[in-house]
């Protein structure tokens, strides 16, 4: 019936692609779902947000393949409040977007959303036309999300006229955002100019018990860079985190 407690099971890619028409309902995964001989069309928009939950259940999408144009884009294009995704694997996703803020899960989060146990593997992110993250693009103003155990690995983010964050991308000002237990690694994280491992500026919350590792962070101009964040507005703590055998520079000096 699509409530908590008894939420639509989910087996195939149409019915994945189905959620698109109940925006605010609960969901399971039931398997793994291969997408590579179907057509993923983006779920959700700026207007009309996903705001129910899907749990995958420990189980993975697999081979989906975004070409887009505009913004935001993703698997989902836009997260608001009461949304939760949880217990998801990613794996071998590509978003190719001529567009801003792009993220291979959510492309925008409007609201209190929370994010715990999702994973990235073996994906890429390729933006020509603005900024983005590998898991969620922009977290817009208001906005309260907490991501938990989440891990990025072996994957690829490209933003060549924007900025860059290895989980996330930026994160407004009057938006918090709480990053607890989180691993980016084996990944190279470019964009043309603020660019972090884990977000590219956060402008307040918290960041705890998260690690980069092994991963190429670069921006190809003069803009901010870091091994987690590359910028923030004096309003974000970091705590237990380690960055170890990365690559961190930015091609052009003041």
């Avoid at 801003?100 to 994010?115: A, C, T, Y």
């Amino acid at each position: 019936s699509g409530t908590a407690a008894d939420p639509y099971i989910i087996q195939t890619p149409a019915e994945f692609q189905s959620i698109q028409n109940n925006l605010g309902a609960h969901y399971i995964l039931a398997n793994d779902i291969d997408f590579s001989a179907y057509s993923l069309t983006p779920i959700g928009s700026p207007s009309s947000p996903f705001y129910g939950t899907l749990n995958g259940n420990n189980h993975a999408l697999k081979n989906i393949d975004l070409s887009l144009t505009g913004f935001p884009n993703g698997i989902f294009r836009s997260a608001g409040s009461s949304a939760e995704f949880k217990n998801l694997i990613l794996s071998n996703c590509k978003l190719y977007l001529d567009g801003n803020w792009g993220g291979i899960l959510i492309g925008s989060i409007s609201g209190n959303v929370i994010i715990s146990n999702c994973d990235v593997a073996e994906s890429e992110v390729v933006l020509t036309g603005g900024s983005g993250g590998i898991l969620c693009g922009r977290v817009s103003f208001t906005s309260n999300v907490i991501v938990s155990n989440c891990d990025i690995s072996n994957s690829y983010l490209s933003a060549n006229t924007g900025y860059s964050g290895g989980l996330i991308s930026e994160c407004t000002e009057s938006s918090t955002v709480t990053i607890t237990s989180c691993t980016v690694k084996n990944s190279i994280i470019s964009g043309a100019t603020i660019c972090g491992g884990i977000s590219c500026i956060i402008n307040s919350g918290t960041v705890s018990d998260c690690q980069v590792s092994n991963c190429i962070i670069i921006s190809s101009s003069y803009g901010n860079i870091g091994g987690f964040v590359g910028a923030d507005s004096n309003n974000l703590e970091i705590s237990d985190c380690s960055v170890s055998g990365c690559t961190i520079y930015a091609m052009q000096y003041y």
